[in-house]
């Protein structure tokens, strides 16, 4: 939009330095990979976007994000992550940002679209790079986002065993069903104002290529160190 900088300057503040968007991507039709990597992206964002309302930003994208010259410098920029060699915007906004500094655009005008990975490998790839950074966040955060994606892990696990069982099924479906009753509400009113709807009918689908996604990913990042971009 050509009222991004308007739309984010407008948050600026006495005390606000800190200013986190929402980065899509491109919408393509018929495509299943490009609803599951804007499935990732939408899902990340209701989760930090979530944790700044609360008080606790750990992150922001690239691709949508502005601070002040004066907080730049004054955190010392990009110095304590010079040896990472990517992520060093999203390092730099879990190092600095707090529940006094950072404020949230979310409308529409502030969206910013950016071109999405054409093939599994590519997004592959860009996702090892990403899930590599994060092990540098603070404790506390890396502790909730693995407990995060832990309990997705272990819903699917246990609902496979449980099922299998055939033991008191009638109440499992009905938890089953009442957690993604939960969790697409939720979706949906993000998905409404992140203009990303055509998402949720596949939401059950996509969650579950996502989990084994990360867990492959996860697997590979620990045998093997992503390649980085020079």
Request: charged share 20%; net charge positive.
């Amino acid at each position: 939009s050509n009222q991004w900088v308007n739309e984010m300057c407008s948050h600026f503040s006495n005390s606000k330095s800190i200013v986190i968007g929402y980065g899509a991507y491109k919408k393509e039709k018929k495509s299943f990979l490009n609803k599951l990597i804007r499935f990732e992206t939408l899902l990340t964002a209701v989760q930090y976007f979530s944790y700044a309302k609360m008080g606790q930003p750990y992150m922001a994208v690239g691709r949508n994000l502005a601070y002040t010259k004066q907080t730049f410098f004054e955190a010392r920029g990009f110095m304590n992550h010079m040896n990472i060699k990517s992520g060093d915007d999203d390092l730099f906004i879990n190092q600095i940002a707090d529940k006094h500094n950072t404020a949230l655009c979310i409308s529409k005008n502030s969206f910013t679209e950016s071109v999405p990975k054409k093939t599994y490998k590519d997004w592959i790839l860009q996702k090892r790079r990403h899930i590599s950074t994060a092990k540098f966040y603070k404790t506390k955060h890396k502790a909730a986002l693995a407990t995060f994606c832990i309990s997705q892990l272990l819903f699917f696990i246990m609902a496979i065993v449980l099922i299998s069982s055939l033991l008191y099924w009638q109440i499992i479906i009905g938890l089953i069903s009442l957690r993604y009753i939960v969790m697409v509400t939720s979706m949906l009113m993000a998905s409404k104002k992140l203009e990303e709807k055509d998402l949720i009918a596949y939401i059950p689908l996509l969650e579950l290529f996502l989990i084994i996604t990360q867990f492959s990913i996860f697997i590979k990042n620990l045998t093997s160190k992503p390649n980085h971009w020079n």
